[in-house]
């Protein structure tokens, strides 16, 4: 198989659906800060970010340099806050989006998927795609949009469906879960040298981080404690 018979086949591949039968485990090198991404904004958090970090190889095997992929989640806007649990699980409401909830054309949700793809990404032989979650439900379904190297935005599953060259369903106001995965694909060999994923909890009201619910639990012990006394 020639050279452009491997690129068309990578690019058939990468513009398929994929489906799977439960939610993924978030995978990631470190979870946190990745201060060299922006999202293709200003004022996007690039505070919490699945990062994938490694070595991209030329076609003869020989290392280039360092590639990294990042992927969060944030509010769109000025939408209610996006949390998370430190490990790779974002809490989102459900909702349109205020701030563009005249618009009928864009159903928008009331967060964004964010990603970053960088560093030394030349004469690689790799393809870089988002493989987006449209399902709700437990189950996946996966839209997978092809991207270009040392390249970053955030979008919205309510967006123009043209982005993507697909049409679905989506609705913002839905309550349930959905997938991302963020990877690079050798397009000789078909394997994946690089690969960070998140998964989406959207509620009708956005679940708190661990950590408050933790001191909202406290705070319930507190008063339990105090109702006993008051009964002695």
């Given amino acids: 198989m020639n050279f452009a018979s491997k690129l068309l086949l990578s690019a ?11 939610s993924l485990t978030p995978q990631y090198d470190t979870f946190g800060a990745l201060p060299a991404a922006n999202f293709g904004g ?46 790779g699980v974002f809490y989102a409401a459900a909702g349109v989006d205020q ?3 005249s618009s009928i054309a864009q159903q928008l949700a009331t967060w964004n998927i964010d990603y970053y793809i960088g560093g030394n990404t030349f004469g690689n032989p790799y393809v870089y795609t988002l493989l987006f979650d449209v399902d709700p439900s437990a189950n996946e379904n996966f839209k997978t ?23 679905y369903s989506f609705d913002p106001s839905a309550i349930g879960q959905y997938s991302f995965i963020l990877q690079a694909t050798n397009m000789f060999t078909g394997s994946i040298v690089g690969k960070t994923s998140v998964l989406v909890n959207v509620a009708a009201n956005q679940i708190p981080e661990p950590a408050s619910l933790a001191l909202v639990a406290l705070g319930l012990m507190g008063v339990a404690a105090v109702s006993r006394r008051r009964k002695l």
Avoid: M
Wanted: charged residues 5%.
């Fill in 12 to 22: 058939t591949l990468a513009f398929a659906s994929l489906s799977a039968s439960a």
């Fill in 42 to 87: 200003t004022g996007i958090s690039n505070a919490a970010v699945a990062v994938d970090t490694f070595t991209g190889r030329n076609i003869f095997g020989q290392a280039t340099g360092t590639i990294t992929l990042g992927l969060t989640v944030t509010p769109r806007y000025a939408n209610q806050a996006v949390t998370n649990n430190g490990a």
């Fill in 99 to 101: 701030t563009n909830a």
């Fill in 145 to 167: 949009v092809l991207l270009g190297a040392n390249s970053q935005d955030s979008t919205n599953l309510g967006f123009n469906l043209a982005e993507f060259f697909y049409s």
